[in-house]
């Protein structure tokens, strides 16, 4: 393969698995991609305790962490 196009994570995963693989970023775009969590309609206590969560994670520096234990950098910028 010559080259292929991923978003951050797929390539962090893969160079964090694979690091003598030689793959190499070409270029990156400036633009950030979003991740969400889906919800049933109505769940409105259970949005607002992971919400709480996540933000305690943050905080502390835990999904720092745990960003760095698994992609090797924190993507939680």
């Known amino acids: ?10 390539y962090l995963d893969y160079a964090k698995t694979t690091p003598d693989s030689g793959l190499k970023v070409a270029a990156e775009a400036p633009d950030k991609t979003e991740s969400a969590f889906v ?29 760095d234990k698994y992609f090797g950098a924190d993507v939680t910028k």
Do not use: H
């Not at 393969?1 to 797929?10: E, F, P, R």
């Open 1 to 10: 393969m010559d080259a292929t196009v991923n978003d951050k994570l797929t």
């Open 39 to 67: 919800f049933r309609k109505g769940s409105s206590e259970l949005t607002k305790a992971v919400d709480k969560a996540l933000e305690d994670l943050r905080a502390d520096g835990t999904l720092a962490k745990i960003s």
